[in-house]
């Protein structure tokens, strides 16, 4: 009887501690998954940065040769309307997603001093 309880003893405290191993493995795992999902995150979010900056440059621009087409009686070419509406959208999609992401980054700061 008394081999038997030590059994049951010892595989209780093998499953333990490879419960304890598995524990400590995701937790590491995990910790790697959060710090690549902030890099990629972040490299995105630069990415849409700078081509919103782009947008915004290429709108004025736009806009700018519109005005002096108009000022100088010269015809608008065809799809103009439609290609500064394109990038109109572009602009306050990429406008609205940095802002959201900006507010996901608030949260998940705040979450982290609580924490």
């Given amino acids: 009887m008394n081999d038997n309880l030590a059994m049951v003893i010892l595989a209780f405290l093998l499953l333990f501690m490879f419960m304890f191993l598995v524990y400590r493995v995701s937790r590491k795992t995990q910790s790697k998954l959060d710090q690549i999902h902030t890099l990629v995150n972040s490299n995105l979010t630069e990415s849409q940065s700078r081509e ?6 290429m709108l004025a621009s736009m806009r700018e040769v519109i005005s002096l087409k108009e ?6 070419a065809e799809g103009t309307d439609e290609a500064v509406e394109l990038v109109e959208q572009r602009v306050s999609e990429l406008s ?15 979450r982290a001093r609580r924490d």
Wanted: charged content about 15%.
């Fill in 52 to 57: 919103l900056a782009s947008m915004k440059g």
């Fill in 96 to 110: 609205r997603n940095l802002s959201h992401k900006q507010n996901q980054t608030f949260i998940a700061d705040a």
């Fill in 71 to 76: 000022l100088s009686g010269i015809a608008l």
